[in-house]
């Protein structure tokens, strides 16, 4: 799960993330766990997110529309995203517990 954004620009930017859907399971990439960091220095917004798999097709528009999202929030001129592979995204441990029953993952 994502840590926490510890300043109010980053909550905002957090709330429009939230909106970014994958477009094959069709729920939040923050609900899956895909993002795990969104840190807001001046204007400008760092995010780091991965994928649900190395192969994901819709890979390079969810970074794109998650860049776009950040970009909406007043005050934020740049948003660079990191695409990274570790820790490798687990939904048993990351998602929520919401995503988890959209997905069919009971523990």
């Known amino acids: 799960m994502i840590r926490d954004p510890e300043t109010e620009k980053e909550w905002e930017v957090f709330h429009s993330v939230r909106m970014v859907e994958d477009p094959e399971i069709g729920i939040s990439l923050i609900e899956l766990?895909?993002?795990y960091d969104i840190k807001v220095e001046g204007e400008k917004a760092d995010i780091t997110m991965t994928y649900t798999s190395l192969a994901c097709p819709a890979g390079p528009q969810m970074k794109q529309d998650i860049e776009n999202h950040a970009l909406r929030v007043d005050g934020i001129s740049e948003a660079v995203v990191h695409v990274?592979?570790?820790p490798k995204w687990e939904p048993r441990s990351m998602a929520s517990e919401e995503a988890k029953?959209?997905?069919?993952i009971f523990d």
Not at 101 to 104: A, D, S
């Open 101 to 104: 029953m959209q997905m069919g």
């Open 33 to 35: 766990g895909l993002i």
């Open 84 to 86: 990274v592979w570790n």
